[in-house]
């Protein structure tokens, strides 16, 4: 079975984020998003509150799990079999970060493959911080996010 890992903070998903998943987990038998639990940054939703989100984004796909980590990334994929790591660029300043971490994992873990995908080009200006300040000033971000994710923002943002 090929295993591919989609790690990240998805604070919250986007449907940049989705796009990645989706297209992904059609590549793979089983796509495994993993959220992080990174101690540098402040989230505004728990892991819990974040998983739930991805759960209900992505509950049409089947063949993908949602799980969470606070251990090396390696480490975890080389625990679920999986052969792969998937990691979403928008623009070439997201390159450098984004080639150090790989090469990194390379070294670690060199029978774990890094692939690189760009999201479709209408969600490549998107981060999940740009969307939470347009919440919190009542802007419109309906096509950036599902549905339920906005409901979550504005009940976080808003209340």
């Known amino acids: 079975m090929r295993k591919i890992i989609y790690p990240g903070t998805f604070d919250p998903i986007t449907n940049g984020h989705l796009d990645i998943a989706e297209r992904a987990s059609k590549l793979f038998d089983e796509l495994i998003i993993v959220v ?4 540098d940054k402040d989230p505004l ?5 974040r998983m739930d989100m991805i759960k ?7 063949n993908i799990q949602v799980e969470t980590t606070e251990r090396l990334l390696v480490d975890f994929a080389k625990d679920n079999s999986a052969m792969a790591i998937v990691r979403g660029l ?19 873990a060199p029978e ?10 209408k969600y490549i200006h ?13 802007g419109d971000i ?13 009940t976080k943002l808003n209340s």
């Open 36 to 39: 992080a639990s990174n101690p």
């Open 45 to 49: 939703f728990s892991v819990d509150e």
């Open 56 to 62: 209900k984004s992505t509950h049409q796909l089947k």
């Open 90 to 108: 928008r623009h070439v300043s997201d390159f450098e970060y984004e080639f150090q971490m790989a090469m990194m994992n390379y070294h670690m």
């Open 112 to 121: 774990i493959t890094t692939i690189f995908m760009m999201p479709d080009e």
């Open 126 to 138: 998107l981060n999940s911080s740009i969307l939470k300040n347009i919440v919190k000033l009542n």
């Open 142 to 154: 309906s096509e950036y996010v599902p549905t339920y994710v906005l409901d979550q923002l504005h």
